[in-house]
């Protein structure tokens, strides 16, 4: 497992954006992983919501962020992004990118996923 970091978030009104940043704690590339994107809604349980397979780019997307969500690999960095567009106020929450398998129906969930701070994104007027 890699630990990974995670930056980029902040507040931001209804129907705006933000690009969230995830990097490996230890510096080094994150080219051969699948990349899983997750979300922790206050009272709510972590939820998948994005992933890119670590072979041929394949991505997955929860039907609540489809369309609006783009996941990325920053080439140049050897990290990911996701782009969050036209956020709404049901997007607030913790988000989490984790290196796991992208699967049929969203990033693998596992026991051992090496769970690092997060980032907090917040969409209110």
């Known amino acids: 497992q890699v630990p990974l970091v995670e930056s980029g978030g902040g507040l931001v009104q209804p129907g705006g954006s933000l690009r969230l940043s995830c990097a490996a704690a230890s510096g080094r590339r994150l080219d051969s992983y699948a990349i899983g994107w997750f979300r922790q809604a206050p009272l709510k349980d972590r939820e998948g919501i994005s992933c890119i397979s670590r072979t041929d780019g394949r991505t997955w997307y929860a039907d609540s962020v489809q369309g609006r969500f783009t996941i990325s690999r920053d080439i140049a960095e050897g990290g990911a992004h996701l782009q969050l567009n036209s956020l709404k106020p049901e997007d607030t929450g913790v988000y989490f990118c984790?290196?796991?398998?992208?699967?049929?129906?969203?990033?693998?969930?596992?026991?051992?996923?090496?769970w690092g701070q997060g980032t907090q994104v917040t969409v209110s007027s």
């Open positions: 984790v290196a796991t398998p992208c699967l049929d129906n969203g990033p693998l969930w596992s026991d051992f996923i090496p």
